[in-house]
């Protein structure tokens, strides 16, 4: 045993004479003790300079894929305040590493240089091992939006114009509502076509709804033979000018002949005409005012659907 502890003992000597035990127990420690290195993460950082109040930054941090296989979620940083300059406001891990947003909460008075934080995160070995790396701080240029001093004078007169806003583009607008007006148009017209043409083909009045009118038109003070034989008068002539001679019981063939939509009203006609020769003769009253303005009715319509 005492050999032993003397070999040991020159051992020891020999490393610390030497200078062997510095280089070599480090080596030795790590990998007794299983404990990695510290790594220096690599990291794109933001342009270090031109911040104000409120604006964001981003730093990503690059994970070595070859080398390491991603960092561990759980030893990013957390959201919230840090320090009095930034608030770290999304922690957003990626397949190659982290994006970190920090956004300024506070400004100096003056334009001044701080420095983002440091960060110390775990990353995960293609072996499965963790080991910490360190990110170090990164320092920006801020500077307050606006700064007046107690003597500075703000000239009002010295600013830009305004900008007059761009026109909106109506043409589309404007096109739809030409549309929505000609499909209108178009179906009033499919609505009132029907009445407009009746109206505008509506041909001359025949002798028989001008008899019908000037029928409707005679003075109604009482059913006496003299405004009955004018209400006759009025229908002769009608029967006339239809049949283009004057109009009676023995040629009255020659009417339905000329005319031979108006057979569906024979009956009355010839009955008419009996009655006016009757009355001309002396034999019976002319036919009352209802019955005239009956004939003279059916014969207008039967002229009208011709």
Do not use: C
């Not at 919230?80 to 300024?104: E, K, N, S």
């Amino acid at each position: 045993m005492a050999k032993i502890a003397r070999s040991e003992r020159n051992l020891f000597s020999l490393f610390f004479t030497h200078g062997v035990g510095v280089r070599v127990l480090p080596a030795v420690l790590t990998s007794v003790i299983g404990v990695a290195p510290v790594l220096a993460l690599e990291t794109v950082e933001p342009r270090p300079f031109g911040y104000t109040v409120g604006d964001v930054l981003e730093r990503r941090l690059l994970v070595d894929r070859t080398r390491d296989a991603s960092l561990d979620p759980a030893s990013l940083p957390r959201p919230g305040r840090y320090g009095r300059w930034f608030q770290l406001r999304v922690v957003t891990p990626a397949p190659d590493g982290a994006r970190l947003a920090y956004q300024i909460v506070n400004m100096p008075l003056q334009a001044d240089l701080e420095n983002l934080p440091s960060l110390r995160v775990r990353v995960i070995g293609l072996d499965g091992r963790a080991r910490d790396a360190d990110i170090g701080p990164f320092t920006v240029a801020m500077a307050p939006v606006a700064h007046f001093g107690s003597y500075d004078v703000i000239d009002a007169d010295a600013v830009r114009p305004d900008l007059d806003p761009a026109p909106i583009d109506t043409s589309g607008r404007r096109d739809r509502v030409a549309l929505y007006g000609a499909a209108l148009i178009a179906l009033a017209a499919v609505q009132l076509a029907p009445a407009l043409a009746r109206r505008l083909g509506r041909r001359r009045a025949g002798p028989f709804a001008r008899a019908r009118r000037a029928l409707r038109r005679l003075p109604r003070h009482g059913e006496d033979v003299a405004a009955r034989n004018a209400a006759l008068l009025r229908l002769h002539e009608a029967l006339d000018e239809a049949a283009g001679r004057t109009l009676a019981l023995d040629n009255v063939e020659s009417l339905f002949l000329m005319h031979p939509w108006l057979a569906p009203a024979r009956a009355s006609v010839e009955a008419l005409l009996a009655q006016s020769r009757a009355a001309y003769f002396g034999e019976a009253p002319p036919p009352p005012r209802t019955q005239l303005l009956s004939v003279a009715a059916q014969l207008a319509d039967l002229e009208r659907r011709r």
